[in-house]
């Protein structure tokens, strides 16, 4: 565009010049002939500059035709749009019976037109709008759970530390409640048990009164037998029977062999058979006793048995005693025995009762050997009266003043004086 510019300037120029040799004014005529060389040069300069904006104009009528062309195709698959769209429309209506009639346009009436569609950037903008709203309510709605369920451990922590704290002070205060109280349950029995009489009623009424068991024990036996307070035997049984009520093995045996003494049997069971839910080996031999003599209950070697061997299974040497005197008589001395006659078995019953320093197993085992089972080919327990006589000196030792009965008629057979006269024997 500038060199046109510049091109019709020295046109302009070489015209004026030319004009004025016309009014008769001359120029040099070498003037005139760098004019007309430089006129040349433009001349051609600007005819080279016309046919190349030509060109150009050319392109730009050709590319114009070609957009013209387009154009009329797009309006003509536009036609062809709407041609499809109408009939489809058609197809539509036709198919939909349902379709409410159309009412008739009020041509008067201006129709509103329906509201411009927001943009695509306007509805990027709201669904971004939208989503920052949503992430900054969740991101809130996070927070207070966040801050609400710190606020819960918070409370939790603190509860829990005030709780420990709780429980360690309670702790501690039954600790020193407990060490108090045995304490004067040590005051209470020591001073009992060394006749300091005055002394134990002031602690054993004061753990008494703390609804201690042995407290109310100890003040039993002080009113039974008139230690430091006058002898009151009413107000003694009645402590006795609160303790006893209470689990208290001591006084359950207590009452029941008072009134074994009394020959109250009916109370005596009742209060064994206390003792032998709780446990008490003592009571469960006792009641296998009452089965077994028919003290109290009907006489029952079958139900005798049954205590007899539950104690006898836990250890009590006395049960495991009767045990093996139940396999040493078999059911033809016990009816309704629930074991028949076994040596065998009656050495292992007695053993087990004699380890344990029972006499009357000690003495019975030496009538099993002194004896035998009785038959003659020995095939089953074969008697040994040397060994007989060991275990009769063993038990008069341990206390069992019959076995000395026993050693006589041992030894007399042993040195030959007399056979083994056993209707003598004497069998616990």
């Known amino acids: 565009m500038i060199n046109l510019k510049k091109t019709l300037i020295n046109i302009f120029f070489v015209s004026f010049c030319l004009i004025s040799c016309s009014n008769g004014e001359t120029l040099p005529e070498k003037d005139t002939t760098l004019v007309s060389t430089e006129m040349q040069k433009e ?10 904006y030509k060109q150009n104009i050319n392109a730009y009528l050709k590319e114009n035709s070609n957009l013209q062309n387009e154009l009329k195709k797009a309006n003509e698959n536009l ?19 349902n379709t409410p009639p159309q009412l008739p346009i009020d041509t008067k009436k201006i129709i509103p ?68 109280l045995k304490k004067l349950k040590d005051e209470c029995g020591d001073s009992y048990n060394s006749g300091d009489y005055n002394n134990a009623l002031l602690k054993c009424a004061e753990l008494s009164n703390k609804n201690n068991v042995f407290g109310k024990r100890i003040m039993g036996l002080m009113y039974l037998h008139g230690h430091g307070i006058k002898q009151n035997t009413s107000k003694a049984n009645e402590l006795f029977v609160e303790t006893a009520e209470s689990g208290d093995i ?25 003792g032998e839910i709780l446990g008490d080996l003592n009571s ?8 077994y003599n028919g003290l109290g209950v009907t006489q029952d070697f079958g139900i005798s048995y049954s205590k007899f061997i539950k104690s006898a299974e836990l250890g009590d040497s006395d049960s495991q005693f009767y ?29 087990l009762s004699a380890d344990q320093d029972n006499n009357k197993a000690q003495n019975n085992i030496g009538v099993l050997y002194y004896v035998g089972d009785g038959d003659e080919t020995y095939k089953g327990f074969k008697p040994d009266v040397k060994k007989s006589l060991e275990w009769f000196k063993l038990a008069l030792g341990s206390g069992n003043v019959k076995s000395a009965t026993n050693i006589d008629l041992a030894q007399s057979y042993l040195y030959g004086r007399d056979d083994k006269r056993l209707s003598e024997l004497i069998i616990n």
């Open 323 to 351: 045990i093996g005197k139940f396999y040493h008589f078999g059911n033809g001395s016990f009816v309704k025995s629930p074991v028949e006659k076994d040596y065998f078995k009656a050495l292992e019953w007695y053993s």
């Open 250 to 274: 001591w006084s359950i045996t207590h009452l029941a062999n008072n009134a074994i003494e009394n020959k109250d049997y009916v109370n005596a069971h009742k209060w064994f058979t206390k």
């Open 43 to 52: 001349i051609s300069l600007l005819k080279a500059e016309i046919d190349s």
């Open 113 to 180: 037109l329906p509201p411009t569609p927001p943009s695509s950037d306007s509805m990027l903008t709201k669904a971004q709008a939208e989503d920052e709203a949503k992430s900054k309510s969740e991101a809130e709605a996070a927070a207070k759970a966040e801050a609400e369920a710190y606020k819960i451990a918070k409370s939790k922590s603190e509860a829990d530390v005030k709780a420990k704290l709780q429980a360690e002070a309670d702790a501690k205060a039954k600790a020193e409640a407990e060490l108090n």
């Open 284 to 291: 469960i031999y006792q009641l296998g006793l009452f089965y």
């Open 79 to 97: 036609k062809a749009a709407e041609i499809i769209i109408i009939e489809l429309s058609k197809s539509k209506i036709e198919k939909e019976n």
